[in-house]
């Protein structure tokens, strides 16, 4: 009978364990979207902590007061930069509005000229088709301005958690602590500050590549003397936070504005481009990536292509981060197992 009860003791505890995990993938899977603003909070905190260290380092303020001058600072940069730019490209979209699609007929006639693009042609529908009627866009219009109030709700949620979570990082990094076994403090607190000064350095690489390619690709755009060189350049270090597909995205406005003037000046965009991103992806982020996690290319994009479809954009946006911070986790335990094992031959010599 003992052994009976032992193992229908086993059996209901291993069935426990399953119950658990199949509630807790089901409780992670109806929260995914809160989990992944909780994280992007995080990414946010961790940035301001290192900004406001940087601050009290070199002007001896309390952390307190360094806290305050980074937020800011950031602040007012993100207003001043917005209320510079945002007239001209208003400026702009109006112009594109009407210019574009004279634009794409010119494009379209010239291509009419060769067999091959009568044959291409017939693959890609007209710019009023693409654009439709005035319902649709309207349609349209209300839809965009409802998922910007709910783009701006995200925003305000990430930076509360961020700004709460950079004020007091103690607080909840021993609120998480608990969640363990005292005798495992020591060891994930080590793990947690890994963590912590990875993904800093991470921020810190992707910064670098983001000024980089914002200056690289605003010369570029001074030299073909494309309008709104400036936003388009801040656009596509903004979208350089999106690896691999960021770049994609931020040549589409810049490309069009070129096919206002002719098709030969939306190629040289394009070849403008091409050639920056060689440079980055050769030159730049080999260079500000020493002290980060080298995550190989098929590893990222696999990565940006299964949270992009899982979790939507919003997982193609911190699939990078959140990659970097997996492999920051499973590269800290790999270092605490090899520490422990060395332990007891070290004590034995």
Request: hydrophobic share 55%; proline share 4%; no cysteine.
């Amino acid at each position: 009978m003992s052994f009976e009860s032992h193992d229908l003791g086993q059996t209901f505890q291993k069935t426990l364990i399953v119950v658990g995990v199949i509630i807790g993938i089901a409780v992670f899977w109806l929260a995914r979207e809160v989990f992944l603003l909780v994280f992007a909070g995080l990414l946010l905190g961790v940035l301001l902590d290192g900004l406001s260290g940087l601050v009290s380092k070199f002007s001896h303020l309390s952390r307190g007061w360094s806290l305050f001058i980074t937020i800011f600072t950031l602040a007012f940069l993100t207003v001043a930069v917005t209320n510079l730019l945002l007239p001209g490209i208003i400026e702009q979209m109006k112009s594109l509005e009407v210019e574009l699609p004279a634009s794409i007929e010119r494009l379209r006639a010239y291509l009419r000229q060769y067999s091959w693009g009568s044959e291409v042609l017939e693959y890609f529908p007209s710019f009023r088709e693409l654009a439709g009627e005035s319902n649709a866009l309207l349609r349209q219009l209300t839809g965009a301005v409802s998922a910007t109030v709910f783009i701006v709700l995200r925003m305000v949620l990430v930076l509360v958690i961020g700004i709460y979570s950079a004020v007091e990082p103690k607080l909840y990094r021993s609120g998480f602590l608990r969640l363990f076994a005292p005798r495992h403090h020591e060891r994930i607190e080590r793990v947690l500050a890994a963590i912590h000064d990875r993904m800093w350095w991470w921020l810190v690489s992707i910064a670098g590549s983001m000024s980089s390619l914002a200056i690289l690709t605003f010369i570029g755009l001074r030299i073909l003397d494309l309008p709104l060189a400036l936003s388009l350049a801040l656009l596509t270090g903004l979208l350089t936070f999106i690896p691999n597909f960021g770049s994609i995205i931020s040549a589409v406005p810049p490309v069009l504005i070129g096919l206002m003037e002719s098709p030969g000046k939306a190629l040289a965009v394009i070849g403008m481009y091409v050639v920056i991103q060689f440079l980055e992806a050769h030159l730049v982020t080999p260079l500000i990536q020493r002290r980060t996690i080298r995550m190989p290319p098929v590893l990222g994009i696999g990565a940006q292509l299964t949270f992009g479809i899982i979790f939507g954009f919003l997982g193609l946006l911190l699939a990078a981060p959140l990659m970097a911070g997996i492999l920051a986790v499973v590269q800290s335990i790999s270092n605490e197992r090899v520490v422990m094992e060395t332990a007891p031959q070290a004590n034995a010599t």
